[in-house]
């Protein structure tokens, strides 16, 4: 089975600083891994996803995340965060099946403007 | 362009009441999902269905029954509802694996239940 840790629960960070939010994952077979983001009364959306290939993935808006086999790892950084970042954010993980994913359980980061 | 669609968004029920949470997609998916959001647990896998017409356990079915009707709905039923089962329910749904690449989960919007 697989499980994922988000150390941080709240990651408070002012307009334009960086930021990392931390994931670790625990498995014993190969897996793909996700971020999720979830702004208020929504639902969650992806954000970035790592299947093979090249370790370091990004998104749109600037969001990049890196995996890290040896210490089974996938944090999330930007380097400068917007208001609209404000969001909980979530790491995912499934198997080579992909009928099942599991969650941790997030991280609410908050941008001070 | 609906995705995935959920209803009802919000329901309050007493204990021992029965609900049925209704979900449909409009992508051709094969996989539907179940889930519950709770605060500080992130989220759980209830059930899930791989393909129309099987369903599987996910971490936590007690007091969950589903149905995959057809490929585009998958519904989530409460027989007898008790105050644990207060929680953010979400579907969702993804497409086929093909070539090693994996299809992301799609999700509705969500449904909060309350339970008294």
């Known amino acids: 089975a697989q499980s994922v840790t988000q150390l941080d629960s709240q990651v408070p960070v002012f307009e334009e600083a960086p930021v990392e939010l931390r994931c670790n994952y625990s498995?014993?077979?190969?897996?793909?891994l996700f971020w999720y983001v979830q702004y208020p009364n929504q639902g969650l959306q992806l954000l970035l996803k790592y299947l093979s290939g090249s370790t370091l993935v990004e998104s749109i808006n600037g969001f990049e995340a890196e995996f890290n086999k040896s210490q089974t790892s996938f944090h999330l950084r930007k380097p400068s965060v917007h208001i609209s970042d404000t969001a909980e954010y979530f790491c995912?993980?499934?198997?080579?099946?992909?009928?099942?994913?599991?969650f941790g359980t997030g991280t609410s980061l908050t941008v001070i403007p | 362009n609906a995705g995935v669609t959920q209803t009802p968004k919000f329901q309050v029920l007493k204990t021992g009441q029965s609900m049925t949470l209704q979900c449909a997609q409009d992508m051709n998916h094969n996989s539907m999902y179940w889930y519950r959001q709770d605060p500080g647990m992130g989220l759980r896998l209830i059930y899930y269905s791989a393909s129309e017409g099987t369903t599987d356990k996910g971490e936590v079915p007690n007091g969950y029954n589903v149905s995959r009707l057809n490929k585009r709905e998958f519904s989530l039923r409460l027989e007898s509802a008790a105050p644990s089962q207060t929680s953010v329910y979400f579907c969702?749904?993804?497409?086929?694996?093909?070539?090693?690449?994996?299809?992301?989960?799609?999700f509705g919007e969500g449904s909060r239940l309350t339970v008294l």
């Open positions: 969702a749904s993804s497409g086929p694996w093909r070539g090693g690449q994996i299809g992301e989960l799609f």
């Open positions: 995912a993980v499934s198997d080579y099946t992909g009928n099942q994913f599991y």
């Open positions: 498995s014993s077979v190969s897996v793909y």
